[in-house]
């Protein structure tokens, strides 16, 4: 049974970092591409990065310059760090491991909140 767990999550007070990690096991392939999402209160869920299997991040607008995404892919693990958090970053962030057509796993989310 494939699992996806996201951790990392916590409240920091603005201008601080987190660095969320995306780890999914049950598998014995390696994870194609990791998505990041979020959902804010009220509002729906947004883009917010994505790695491919050799890296090339890419970054929502909102994020760019702020939140850095890698993987490991020995341990099928991504990571989101995330820089000079604002308190609109405040949201539950997603995981989503996919192949285009092949499978698409979410994780339960976790909870970053950002306080002034």
């Known amino acids: 049974q494939v699992h996806l767990v996201e951790s990392g999550g916590g409240s920091v007070q603005a201008g601080g970092s987190l660095k969320l990690s995306c780890e999914v096991s049950g598998i014995t392939f390696r994870i194609n591409n990791f998505g990041w999402y979020r959902e804010a209160p009220g509002k729906q869920r947004e883009f917010v990065a994505d790695i491919g299997p050799f890296g090339a991040p890419k970054y929502a607008e909102s994020v760019k310059g702020r939140f850095t995404a890698s993987r490991d892919n020995a341990n099928n693990t991504a990571y989101l760090q995330m820089d000079n958090l604002m308190i609109e970053d405040t949201a539950v962030y997603y995981c989503?491991?996919?192949?285009?057509?092949?499978?698409?796993?979410w994780g339960q989310g976790t909870q970053v909140t950002v306080s002034s």
């Open positions: 989503d491991a996919y192949d285009y057509g092949t499978y698409n796993y």
